[in-house]
T-cell receptor, first 118, second 115 residues
Framework: AQTVTQSQPEMSVQEAETVTLSCTYD???????LFWYKQPPSRQMILVIR??????QNATENRFSVNFQKAAKSFSLKISDSQLGDAAMYFC???????????????FGTGTLLAVQP | GAGVSQSPRYKVAKRGQDVALRCDPI?????LFWYQQALGQGPEFLTY????????KSGLPSDRFFAERPEGSVSTLKIQRTQQEDSAVYLC?????????????FGPGTRLTVT
């Protein structure tokens, strides 16, 4: 079974600084997707960024980028120029790339609560 | 267009009561997922629908939990004889197709408190 581990329950960053959130995962599959979701206090989960395992290039979305190390099964999120609105719970998630049924569910880590200090 | 909506947003139930939680997915989305999020934890998969067919219910914690999507759009998660351990936020997510590359869009969740 696949597992996702986030070892940082809480992180803090100064506004305009850079912060990196860690995530490791375990799988025997070769085809999968990895995601970072943001969950603000209102609790609506929002997709931040995703990475296809078959792509070697790290995904980037504006101030958000990932460091995907497939051999090490590591998938960290870097937030540059942190803003107050980035404060939220961040979840790392795994999804099998195989087609059909239960394999399309998301498997989440336990989350990292990010605080942004003004 | 409108996102995924869920109702009620908050529900307090006495232990032993039955509850029904509703999810309105994004129009046209084939796939619908239910997740349970305990306090301080990540969401955990409960069940999955493709249109009206419930293809996976492996995450349902007991036979007190039942989900349906009779017309392939709105879904209801029903919990019978609620217990304190059922207290959690229940999240619904929909996706255009079941293929892994399609994003799951989440609703705001229903916070269930069992007293």
């Amino acid at each position: 079974a696949q597992t996702v581990t986030q070892s940082q329950p809480e992180m803090s960053v100064q506004e305009a600084e850079t912060v990196t959130l860690s995530c490791t995962y375990d799988t025997s599959e070769s085809d999968y997707y990895l995601f970072w979701y943001k969950q603000p206090p209102s609790r609506q989960m929002i997709l931040v960024i995703r990475q296809e395992a078959y792509k070697q290039q790290n995904a980037t979305e504006n101030r958000f980028s990932v460091n995907f190390q497939k051999a090490a099964k590591s998938f960290s999120l870097k937030i540059s120029d942190s803003q107050l609105g980035d404060a939220a719970m961040y979840f790392c998630a795994y999804r099998s790339g195989f087609y059909g049924g239960a394999t399309n569910k998301l498997i989440f880590g336990t989350g990292t609560l990010l605080a942004v200090q003004p | 267009g409108a996102g995924v909506s869920q109702s009620p947003r908050y529900k307090v139930a006495k232990r032993g009561q039955d509850v029904a939680l509703r999810c309105d997915p994004i129009s046209g989305h084939v796939s619908l997922f239910w997740y349970q999020q305990a306090l301080g934890q990540g969401p955990e998969f409960l069940t999955y629908f493709q249109n009206e067919a419930q293809l996976d219910k492996s995450g349902l914690p007991s036979d007190r939990f039942f989900a349906e999507r009779p017309e392939g759009s709105v879904s209801t998660l029903k919990i019978q004889r609620t217990q304190q351990e059922d207290s959690a936020v229940y999240l619904c997510a929909s996706s255009f197709l079941e293929l892994a590359g399609y994003e799951q869009y989440f609703g705001p969740g229903t916070r269930l408190t069992v007293t």
